[in-house]
């Protein structure tokens, strides 16, 4: 993607962007300051960028984009309940270290699949003390990620972790927040959304996402006939129930002329249950947005169609069209907030 480049003052959070005559599209102002996370600003609540949107919206994308070329004092926080585990890489969709791109990434990998769920209530304590060290140090803290059980569980001031607000449809979200926070909303109208889910899923499975199932796969597991709810920790991550199925039917290795119509049946359950869970998703966002939180809409269906037309790596058009719909309003609504 062509972007601006940036000089950074070590003394302070100043940054000037050099804009290329050819780049389109830019950011046209040409010095950004950010006021310094000192001792007054302590005494206020921290501030927080929080990235939210349905599964496969560009969140990861957006967040290493702001990280890497515009707010280089960031760190990055995972809000996915999947992507919390260590193991499943493929599966759980996690961004490989190599494209990290040198952004800290906390709560990425990082709990044991033997610790069993892994709550809101664990979310809460566990960022919110990630949250308390990254501002410490005067950097930025961007949650991100699509569970928004923990990101309500993570930012609401009043927080029962006996009721889940999204599964009660009485229970009352509160508006109060624990943070400052900036709210980016990725939506992609559902239409574009579910032809790319369906494309990503295929891509995963073109990348080795059967083979890691297969040595993931237990046959003594005593839940293998349950569905997605009624599991515990990583294998509750969609692909998991699905290929349990599969591999106790047709163990890896088995040469069965009746494993192609079951493996089949295994992965157009995994597309028809990851459209399902964006839409569930998409509805959280919505009571939360009606609750009072200030989500700030970012639009990529245009991105993501010229992304769906253009190749697997979309080429020039769907890196312009990525910056002029989704990078460069997200950077004015975070600079915006940073000079508040």
């Known amino acids: 993607m062509r972007l601006s480049l940036f000089s950074l003052s070590p003394h302070r959070h100043c940054y000037t962007l050099f804009t290329p005559a050819s780049s389109v599209p830019t950011i046209t102002t040409t010095s ?16 927080v960028v929080v990235i939210m949107g349905a599964t496969g919206s560009g969140k990861s994308r957006l967040s290493l984009d702001l990280a890497s070329l515009f707010f280089p004092f960031s760190e990055l926080i995972n809000s996915d309940k999947m992507q919390v585990y260590n193991g499943l890489d493929i599966t759980t969709n996690k961004i490989p270290i190599h494209d990290r ?57 009043r927080f029962d972790p006996e009721l889940n607000v999204f599964d009660d449809g009485d229970a009352e979200i509160s508006p109060e927040l624990r943070y400052e926070c900036c709210f980016l909303w990725v939506d992609i109208s559902f239409n574009v959304l579910r032809d790319y889910l369906l494309k990503r899923v295929d891509d995963m499975l073109d990348s ?44 890896p290795g088995c040469k069965d002329s009746l494993r192609t119509g079951a493996y089949q049946e295994a992965v157009r359950a995994i597309k028809d249950n990851t459209c399902q869970l964006a839409k569930r998703q998409i509805q959280k966002i919505h009571r939360l947005k009606a609750a009072g939180w200030d989500l700030r809409r970012i639009d990529a269906t245009e991105a993501f169609r010229v992304l769906m037309t253009s190749g697997r790596n979309g080429g020039d058009r769907w890196s312009d069209v990525w910056g002029r719909d989704v990078l460069e309003p997200s950077v004015k609504i975070v600079r915006r907030f940073l000079m508040e």
């Not at 990425?108 to 003390?129: C, E, I, N």
């Open 32 to 47: 950004l300051r950010f006021p310094r996370m000192d001792a007054s600003f302590q005494r206020r609540k921290d501030k």
């Open 101 to 157: 791109k040198g952004v800290p990434h906390h709560l990425l990998g990082d709990v044991s699949p033997s610790h069993g769920d892994f709550t809101p209530s664990d979310f809460r304590l566990r960022a919110g003390q990630i949250i308390s060290d990254i501002t410490s140090r005067n950097n930025l803290p961007i949650v991100v990620g699509g569970s928004n059980s923990f990101v309500h569980a993570l930012l609401a001031e």
């Open 208 to 251: 080795g996402m059967v083979e890691e199932l297969a040595e993931f796969f237990d046959r003594d597991s005593p839940d293998l006939e349950l569905d997605s709810a009624t599991r515990t920790g990583l294998r509750k991550a969609i692909g998991v129930p699905e290929f349990d199925r599969f591999f106790k039917l047709y163990p």
